[in-house]
């Protein structure tokens, strides 16, 4: 969750205005972010058999990972998946 939040205020493009020419950024997601609404609403419906709703929540705020990655799509980047 913080990865998003903290992309929300597009420190890429902050880097870009001082001049920056790269960033490198190393990170590996061995699973999904299990603080994202969704994840959450899907943990209470398997462990205690209960649906909760969230239609006030945005659409665009209940994945933490679609987030993040809408982020990077926005700025200019390149992205390099290398598979394990």
């Not at 205020?9 to 061995?30: C, K, T, V, W, Y």
């Not at 209940?62 to 980047?77: G, K």
């Amino acid at each position: 969750m913080a990865l998003a939040t903290l992309s929300d205020r597009h420190p890429a493009r902050q880097a870009e205005n001082l001049g920056a020419l790269s960033i490198g950024l190393d990170m590996l997601f061995a699973e999904e972010d299990r603080a994202s609404i969704h994840s959450i609403k899907k943990e209470v419906s398997r462990d205690f058999g209960v649906e909760l709703d969230f239609r006030e929540v945005p659409y665009g705020l209940r994945d933490n990972d679609q987030r993040l990655a809408r982020h990077f799509q926005e700025v200019r980047c390149i992205r390099l998946p290398i598979p394990l």
